[in-house]
């Protein structure tokens, strides 16, 4: 009898044992995927602060920038190494060189044509972002980033504010808009935090940028040497049954 309930109580034990491996996996699984959701269509996906780069006739440029906040990246993680920062910012993007066409001014509203073109967004380990080299935003030798998502966008339209000559100049006289649908051809998986994530989760067709340029120059790089600060979001775009 004895040795029949000894039985008994080692089978039970071992079916806890399994139980407790299959719950243990299980929840490992579910810890790779937490917040690897698709992003509503519409709903903000994305903040970010940017630097313009142009050439000095105005022909030619590209942007570069990190992001403050990811929808679905790091919800209960900072997106930075330390102090927030272009330094500390462990996601961070880059455009192609673009060019850039004038067109008439439209009384106080300057324009421009922007070239179709490419954006990739980099993950960085160790950030180091530096606004006055480009390549510590793209993970260009020899700094540590790779390309995680890659997106196209069509020929753009940007809106800039030109100074009034009336006594009493409207609102926001200094502020330029641009607008640009980028949409994900391509992206790779990659793991923060112990969470793994995909752009192709994420955002399955990309993106539309908002971004707000200050006309107020900053310093530029050695080959675009005139350069403007601009911060915007992103939103969603709708997935095919959305």
């Known amino acids: 009898m004895k040795l029949r309930n000894r039985n008994a109580q080692v089978r039970v034990l071992a079916l806890i044992a399994?139980?407790?491996?299959?719950?243990?996996?299980?929840?490992?699984?579910?810890?790779?995927?937490?917040?690897?959701?698709?992003?509503?269509?519409?709903?903000?996906?994305?903040?970010?602060?940017?630097?313009?780069?142009?050439?000095?006739d105005f022909s030619q440029g590209e942007v570069v920038g990190y992001f403050t906040d990811?929808?679905?990246?790091?919800?209960?993680?900072s997106l930075?190494?330390?102090?927030?920062?272009?330094?500390?910012a462990y996601f961070t993007f880059r455009s192609n060189v673009f060019s850039l066409r004038s067109l008439p001014a439209n009384g106080d509203v300057g324009l421009d044509l922007v070239s179709a073109g490419t954006f990739n967004?980099?993950?960085?380990?160790?950030?180091?972002?530096?606004?006055?080299?480009?390549?510590?935003?793209?993970?260009?030798?020899?700094?540590?980033?790779?390309?995680i998502a890659h997106f196209t966008r069509p020929e753009v339209l940007f809106v800039q504010i030109l100074q009034s000559d009336v006594a009493s100049p409207p609102p926001f006289e200094s502020i330029s808009e641009h607008a640009i649908?980028?949409?994900?051809?391509?992206?790779?998986?990659?793991?923060?935090?112990?969470y793994q994530y995909d752009f192709s989760?994420?955002?399955?067709?990309?993106?539309?940028?908002?971004?707000?340029?200050?006309?107020?120059?900053v310093s530029g790089v050695a080959d675009l040497p005139v350069g403007l600060a601009f911060a915007g979001n992103c939103l969603a775009l709708a997935n095919e049954g959305q």
């Open 18 to 56: 399994l139980l407790s491996a299959s719950y243990s996996s299980a929840e490992a699984q579910q810890r790779v995927w937490a917040g690897a959701k698709q992003i509503p269509a519409a709903a903000v996906a994305c903040y970010f602060v940017g630097r313009a780069f142009l050439s000095a």
């Open 70 to 77: 990811i929808n679905g990246i790091g919800e209960a993680d």
């Open 80 to 88: 930075f190494n330390g102090n927030p920062s272009e330094q500390s």
């Open 121 to 147: 967004i980099y993950y960085n380990p160790a950030p180091n972002g530096d606004w006055s080299d480009p390549d510590t935003f793209s993970g260009d030798q020899p700094f540590p980033g790779r390309p």
């Open 181 to 194: 649908t980028e949409t994900l051809v391509s992206s790779q998986s990659f793991t923060f935090n112990g």
């Open 201 to 217: 989760t994420l955002v399955p067709r990309g993106v539309t940028l908002h971004e707000l340029f200050s006309n107020t120059g």
